[in-house]
Structure formats: structure tokens, C-alpha cells
């Protein structure tokens, strides 16, 4: 149990253009879904989290209005870069937690590629 | 806010022998800690957790202890095999309702045939 998936898996765009990428928890009901990004050999920074019917909580140094979280069931969240330029190319992760439990499961990511 | 230190950054060992990766934080509020699994170009795994009201946990060749008093928690892995070459992650958190995990920097670990 416990699988959440991503979507898609890998997405190259063009600069200006945006993405859409979904997160999904198969088996059970996320209450709070977490977006991270991930560089090559660093750890997972957190981007938001977001709680399912409510506005996303962005960290800092996140724009909002550029990476557009939406979690509007229990087992959809969506993340858009908007007007995504090169240096927005990173490694997408999200992550689901249940209203129950301490467990956080991952995604198994997106890749994403700005040209 | 948190902050979870992880030590070492990498770990080298030969098929067969024990490894260990070190993590300390700094928020007495914490009382969840897992350890995640991550393979190159795929989403962390959770491999084993452990919570404040126990003091070691095993699962088959994988263990983690944790000291609350010295605020540390260690992953053990046993009879390591080429396959658990990966980056490992340590996170902490207060399993409050909507709380983020801190991670640690991760340790990336080869096992060597």
C-alpha cells in the first residue's frame, strides 16, 4: 500500500511555456500533500505544502504566483510552473501524508527541462 | 525551526559489512524519524522509521536507534549487498497534522562486490 505516482514522468518545454504536473495517492486519502525540488546531489528542498481544500503554505524564496499548487481532493495535487525559463529545470518531487499516521510517502518524481 | 545534520556525507564499505549513517537534530518537539532511500533518478523510498516513544527498531538487516536525550538517531544496515548502493536520507519532524519532514543532507553509500 501506500504508492502515490507522478505525472508525467518527464517533461521538456519550451521557455515562456508552462507545465502542469500531477501527484496523485492511489490508496489511501492525502489530507496534506508536500512539493519538493530536488538539484543533482542535494538534498530535498521543500517548496509548499499543501492541505487539501485550502491555499498552499509556499516556503521562502518561493514565488508563488510561478509554481501554482492545487489540491483539490483528497488524492489530486497539482503543481504548475508557470512561464517556466531554464534555470527552473530541476527534479520535481511530491510527497502524501494521511490524516492518520505520521508516514510520508514520495512520489517518484518529474523531471523537468526548460529550453 | 529544526535542523537536521547528517554525517557522513559518503560511505564506502565492501559487500558483507555493516554500515552506519549518523543524524542529530535539534528540536526536542520532534518525535518522528525516518530514513528514506533514494535511487538515482527516482523518488525517495521509506525504509524505516522509528518514533519517540521507542528506543530501536528493526526490520530484517535494517535497524535505527534513537537517543532523545543526546537528540540522535541512527540507521544500521547489516550484511550490506551492491543493491543497497544509494542515497540515504534521515528526517525529523513533530507529526503534527500538515508539518513538513527536515532532511538531512543524505549519505550516499557504495557497497562494493
Known amino acids: 500500500g501506500a504508492v502515490v505516482s507522478q505525472h508525467p514522468s518527464r517533461v521538456i518545454c519550451k521557455s515562456g511555456t508552462s507545465v502542469k504536473i500531477e501527484c496523485r495517492s492511489l490508496?489511501?486519502?492525502?489530507?496534506?500533500m508536500f512539493w519538493y525540488r530536488q538539484f543533482p546531489k542535494q538534498s530535498l528542498m521543500l517548496m509548499a505544502t499543501?492541505?487539501?481544500?485550502?491555499?498552499?503554505?509556499?516556503e521562502q524564496g518561493v514565488e508563488k504566483d510561478k509554481f501554482l499548487i492545487n489540491h483539490a481532493s483528497l488524492t489530486l495535487s497539482t503543481l504548475t510552473v508557470t512561464s517556466a525559463h531554464p534555470e527552473d529545470s530541476s527534479f520535481y518531487i511530491c510527497?502524501?501524508?494521511?490524516?492518520?499516521?505520521?508516514?510520508?510517502?514520495f512520489g517518484p518524481g518529474t523531471r523537468l527541462t526548460v529550453t | 525551526g529544526e535542523n537536521v545534520e547528517q554525517h557522513p556525507s559518503t560511505l564506502s564499505v565492501q559487500e558483507g559489512d555493516s554500515a552506519v549513517i549518523k543524524c542529530t537534530y535539534s528540536d526536542s518537539a520532534s518525535n518522528y524519524f525516518p530514513w528514506y532511500k533514494q535511487e538515482l533518478g527516482k523518488g525517495p523510498q521509506l525504509i524505516i522509521d522509528i518514533r519517540s516513544n521507542v528506543g530501536e527498531k528493526k526490520d530484517q538487516r535494517i535497524a535505527v536507534t534513537l537517543n532523545k536525550t543526546a537528540k540522535h538517531f541512527s540507521l544500521h544496515i547489516t550484511e550490506t549487498q551492491p543493491e543497497d548502493s544509494a542515497v540515504y536520507f534521515c528526517a525529523a519532524s513533530n507529526g503534527q497534522a500538515g508539518t513538513a519532514l527536515i532532511f538531512g543532507k543524505g549519505t550516499t553509500l557504495s557497497v562494493s562486490s
Open positions: 499543501s492541505n487539501e481544500g485550502s491555499k498552499a503554505t509556499y
Open positions: 490508496d489511501f486519502q492525502a489530507t496534506t
Open positions: 510527497s502524501a501524508k494521511a490524516a492518520s499516521g505520521y508516514e510520508q510517502y
